[in-house]
Structure formats: structure tokens, C-alpha cells
């Protein structure tokens, strides 16, 4: 079982910058590919970003490449994602997931732990 906790959230600026954290529970964090999903009002949960065990790969959706970054530090149990050049249209709750393969990394059905999300707006 894993627990995730994400932290960060809260309200930017256009062209401004946020941190999201999520803090995972357990002793295998380091076995799971991890990523964050987003969901704004009215929409369907969409991925944003994925990381492989110890950081070999990542991926991202098209609309945040260049803008955000995803990271892991296996020894504190917690993954990352650098928000920057904010956008209104980044305005969503955000998810942090987990699963124990990395394929396929954009699919919300294989990703075995979520977290409860944390609330990004921005501000035009």
C-alpha cells in the first residue's frame, strides 16, 4: 500500500511559478513510477507528467512542456512538479499517482494509488 499526500497548491499569477509536492508513505516508494494528473471544472482528469524508477524518463503532456518539470527524491519519499510561466488554463485540482509500471504513463486506469489533489488556480 502507498499513500500519497500532495502539498504545494494554491493561487499563482500569470507567468509566475508554484512547486507541488507529494509525500508518499512506505518503504518501495523507489519501485514506483509516478505521476501528476489534473482536473479542471466540468473536465475530464487529464495527465500531465510521469517519472520512471530513479528518474530515467519522464514525459509530458504537449501543453506543459518547456513550462513544467517533474522530479523525484527517493530518499525523501516525494515527488515533485515545478510549475513555471503559470497559465489561467493551468487552473485545476492536481493528483499525484502511482504505479509500479511505466507505460503508457498518460492512462488514469494503470495507475494503482492516487492522492486526494491539490487546488492550483491562476490569476489572469
Known amino acids: 500500500q502507498v499513500q500519497l499526500v500532495e502539498s504545494g497548491g494554491g493561487l499563482g499569477q500569470t507567468g509566475g511559478s508554484l512547486r507541488l509536492s507529494c509525500a508518499a508513505s512506505?518503504?518501495?516508494?523507489?519501485?514506483?513510477?509516478m505521476a501528476w494528473f489534473r482536473q479542471a471544472p466540468g473536465k475530464e482528469r487529464e495527465f500531465v507528467a510521469a517519472?520512471?524508477?530513479?528518474?530515467?524518463?519522464?514525459a509530458y503532456v504537449d501543453a506543459v512542456k518547456g513550462r513544467f518539470t517533474i522530479s523525484r527524491d527517493d530518499t525523501k519519499n516525494t515527488v515533485y512538479l515545478q510549475m513555471n510561466n503559470l497559465k489561467p488554463q493551468d487552473t485545476a485540482v492536481y493528483y499525484c499517482?502511482?504505479?509500479?509500471?511505466?507505460?503508457?504513463?498518460?492512462?488514469?486506469?494503470?495507475?494503482?494509488?492516487w492522492g486526494q489533489g491539490t487546488q492550483v488556480a491562476v490569476s489572469s
Open positions: 512506505g518503504r518501495t516508494f523507489s519501485l514506483y513510477a
Open positions: 499517482a502511482a504505479r509500479t509500471t511505466y507505460a503508457s504513463v498518460s492512462t488514469t486506469t494503470e495507475y494503482n494509488y
Open positions: 517519472i520512471s524508477r530513479a528518474g530515467r524518463s519522464t
